[in-house]
């Protein structure tokens, strides 16, 4: 009788749920992002963001048929795709089949787009039936604003028409140093969920691990897990919880 009315649960959930395509983390997550949210991924150098953002989009286009868009202010074309042959995924092929769509913006023309209200990238999203979308990194965009009140109104704004665009979004920050106020100030409560990927040395050996800070409208775990990054891209070992 449990396990009925557990099965029951869980396929209720997956119905509004995007499922990442990261080993392990759905179930940390009740089966996956809620749909049509903007969630947060928040690392140093090193930590894995691009990754785990690429992952969720190869993932959504091979396993669930969602097309996907990235839009990076920092990645080089050619260099991203022959890094990620390094893990099997083949973009350049996706791109080609029209399937995964690439866009290097710089933070003005992003701060155009809002200034649009969406413009190509909406115009793409709606011809392409794009389904999820990254922006990597969302840091570099922050730059633009020198004050605290409108960062946090340009980042009301994005979150806002990236709901209107009907995806489910994956925006990367660098975390370095406690000066990155728009990630602790400005996104921090407009963002549905905040993920924060660690890159530590502790006794002389590197440990990347992953913690879930928030996740509204989902039972998360609340421990950190330690992750590496395979061949196969992320992998996490639930088995290994990690104390700083």
């Known amino acids: 009788m449990i396990k009925k009315n557990s099965k029951s649960k869980n396929e209720k959930y997956s119905k509004n749920r995007v499922h990442t395509g990261i080993q392990k983390f759905d179930s940390l997550i009740q089966g996956g992002f809620k749909k049509n949210t903007t969630n947060l991924i928040v690392g140093g150098t090193g930590s894995g963001k691009t990754i785990f953002a690429l992952q969720y989009l190869y993932s959504g286009i091979k396993k669930y048929k969602e097309n996907?868009?990235?839009?990076?202010?920092?990645?080089?074309?050619?260099?991203l795709y022959d890094d990620m042959k390094e893990l099997g995924w083949d973009l350049k092929k996706l791109e080609e089949d029209d399937n995964f769509f690439f866009l290097e913006y710089t933070p003005e023309q992003v701060k155009n787009i809002l200034i649009e209200g969406g413009g190509f990238v909406e115009s793409m999203i709606q011809k392409k039936k794009i389904k999820r979308i990254v922006i990597d990194s969302i840091s570099s965009f922050a730059l633009l604003y020198r004050d605290e009140l409108t960062r946090k109104e340009a980042a009301l704004s994005l979150i806002d028409m990236i709901n209107?665009?009907?995806?489910?979004?994956?925006?990367?920050?660098?975390?370095?140093?406690?000066?990155?106020?728009?990630?602790?100030a400005s996104l921090e409560f407009e963002v549905d969920s905040i993920v924060i990927l660690y890159n530590t040395k502790k006794n002389g050996?590197?440990?990347?691990?992953?913690?879930?800070?928030k996740m509204r409208g989902t039972k998360h775990t609340t421990r950190?897990?330690?992750?590496?990054?395979?061949?196969?891209?992320?992998?996490?070992?639930?088995?290994?919880?990690?104390?700083?």
């Open 68 to 79: 996907g868009l990235y839009i990076t202010f920092e990645e080089k074309k050619e260099k």
């Open 164 to 184: 209107n665009w009907g995806c489910t979004a994956v925006l990367t920050s660098q975390e370095e140093s406690n000066n990155n106020m728009f990630v602790s």
């Open 205 to 213: 050996e590197r440990i990347r691990a992953m913690e879930i800070l």
């Open 224 to 244: 950190t897990f330690k992750f590496e990054i395979t061949d196969n891209g992320f992998k996490l070992h639930l088995k290994n919880k990690v104390n700083f």
